[in-house]
């Protein structure tokens, strides 16, 4: 907590090294029994998490499957919709596509699925490549509060979410450690109220006025 600010964060953890792991696993299973060409299968890693996340599928893929997986990540910085609203400059980061994407199913990989636009940026990013067959999608985390209408092929966990709250991935490759996290701000109340002031405790105001 932070007294000179007046908050609290609270962490719960969801999903624990152990889960991911098994997360993936599932997932991997799942996409080698949809697509059964997957001579015709590319994975592609969203930046920055996304990027391990599909490193991970393609071993496993290859480890069921005895077929190594091309492999490629993508950057959308430059494709985000809130470019012009930003008064940063984005961080750009490296785009790798090994093979052609011509007639090629994808998968897009990605840590979190929240509003739908990362993706949208992702698809965008992804057919200036190229003229895909198919285009699917793998994350870890659906946290729901779709803006746009975008779904995920692929789902670790479904994890209902408000939107005060953050959905934190940390994987070993980025992060040191692997875990998925709710993290939650609340305001916290000062132990006195001095008269005349009005104080804000979790959504409400409180104290004597005048």
């Not at 592609?44 to 071993?59: D, M, Q, Y």
């Not at 946290?143 to 994987?171: Q, T």
């Amino acid at each position: 907590m932070s007294a000179a600010r007046g908050i609290f964060m609270s962490k719960k953890i969801i999903l624990t090294a152990a889960d991911i792991r098994r997360a993936l696993i599932r997932i991997a299973h799942e996409i080698i029994e949809r697509n059964k060409a997957i001579e015709h299968l590319i994975l592609v890693g969203v930046h920055t998490r996304g990027v391990p996340l599909a490193k991970r599928l393609a071993t496993s893929i290859e480890n069921l499957n005895e077929l190594k997986i091309p492999l490629g990540t993508l950057d959308i910085s430059l494709h985000r919709d809130d470019l012009s609203s930003s008064n940063l400059p984005p961080i750009v980061h490296h785009t790798d596509i090994p093979a052609d994407i011509n007639d090629k199913t994808i998968v897009l990989v990605d840590d979190v699925l929240y509003t739908g636009r990362s993706v949208r940026a992702a698809m965008d990013a992804l057919i200036e490549k190229g003229r895909p067959q198919s285009i699917q999608l793998a994350v870890l985390i659906d946290r729901g509060h779709r803006e746009m209408p975008i779904r995920a092929d692929y789902v670790g966990k479904n994890i209902p979410s408000s939107r005060h709250e953050e959905i934190r991935v940390k994987l070993v490759e980025t992060d040191g450690t692997d875990e998925v996290a709710t993290v939650s701000l609340a305001k916290t109340k000062p132990l006195r109220s001095e008269p005349g002031k009005v104080g804000y405790f979790k959504g409400s105001y409180y104290g004597s006025g005048k």
